[in-house]
Structure formats: C-alpha cells, structure tokens
C-alpha cells in the first residue's frame, strides 16, 4: 500500500487513518461485524468499497491497490419521473422488490446507452435472493439466482482505472 | 433491497439509480441515495424496514 494514503473504515464503527513508512493501517479492537473499507491517495483513483466481514476474535489482513485514474472519465445522470418520496412509491414503480445478498459483479464495455458511437460501462451484479416483496408470478423465490444491471462501473485497464459513474452499488 | 424494473428483452436494472438501493449493515438501512425514502429511513433497523416494505408492497 502507499504510503500516505488514506483509509476509511465504516461499520458498526468507523475509524480512519493514514498508512505508514510501510504502507501498513491497522485498527485494533473493532467490534464484530460488516465493514466497508475505502482507500484513496493523491492523484491516484480511489479503490472501490472493500466489504468485508469481521468475525468476534482474530485478525483480518485486507490489501488494496491504487491505480491512476483514466485520462478522461465519465458520468451519467439518471434522473427524471421517478418517485422516490416513499418506499411505497418506489415499490409502485418498480416491477421486483427484493432483498439480496451480491454475489459478484463483471463490468464489461458496451455501446453508449446514448446509442452513439461511444462506450459505455455497464455492471452486472449477480445476485440471490433473501426475500422477495411485492408478490406477483414473476417474484423470484428464495435462494434463485438473478443478473441486476447498472450502467457505469471501474475497469482495470493494467495502468489506470477506467471510471465510468453512473450507480455506485456495492456489495 | 432492490427496487427493480425490467425491459422488454427481461433485463433487470435498479429503479431510478441510487433511489432504488437500500443496503443492509449491521442491522441498519444504509440507503445508497440520500433523498426521499432514502433519507426517511437512513439508520433506521432493518427489521422495521421490511416490516414497512411488507405494508407499502401489499396492494
């Protein structure tokens, strides 16, 4: 790790600190549970959100790389009609309600979503379902397996990391 | 939790973008957005969350 880089840990607590002469944090005496660890560092592209689980008792070693960012990057605003004032005014614009656990996420370049000659980033979260709401015929059951895209994501393209902002869902 | 729609070719995406996602950690909602339902139920139990999702998704 870099030194000087900054990390932010969130959680059932959240700490932060700045890695050492070795590139090494640490943090003691956290409780149990799930946390989010970010990474960042001047001129460098932050890393994705690390989720990790922390058990009751021992020691989790986690290591992040930092990348350059792309010489460009691009954004895309989703916005327009949405009624997002209630959960049930989500739940009655949308056709699935479920709650899931992310098993894994591919992010691949396609075209724009603008349909012009561009590339665009679109990442595909699989995912299982815990629980489906909303019940209709097409709610999946629990334990199926289901493919959620997202427009953007982060490509590694070996040198820099390829950015393309659109929806930051995590794991 | 996700809020999904679908195309006409059985694509599933998040409804609206970040208003759709509502991740659970430790025990509390963790909206991905930060307005609306997001902000009403922001660190509120989970368990209180699908018990209002089971009501706002009854018909």
Known sequence: MLVGARIKLTGVVSRQATANDSGFVSFEALPAGRYDVFASAKDLSP????????????????????KPNAPTARATLACGGLDSRSIKALGAGAVLVIHVKVIGQTT???????????????????????????????????????????????????????????????? | MLFLTVDGRGTYTIHGSEEGVFRIRNGRVDPLGDDGAASAWNGRSASTFFAGLQVATTK
């Open chain 1, 47 to 66: 890393a994705s959100p690390h989720v990790f689980d922390l058990p009751g008792s021992g020691e989790t070693t986690i290591a992040l790389t930092l």
């Open chain 1, 108 to 171: 691949s370049e396609g075209l724009s979503f603008a349909n012009d000659s561009s590339m665009d980033l679109t990442t595909l979260n699989r995912v299982q379902v815990l629980q489906s709401f909303k019940s209709s015929a097409a709610s999946p059951p629990p334990g199926s397996l289901m493919t959620v895209h997202q427009g953007g994501g982060r490509i590694d393209r070996g040198e820099f990391i390829d950015h393309h902002s659109f929806i930051g869902l995590g794991p």
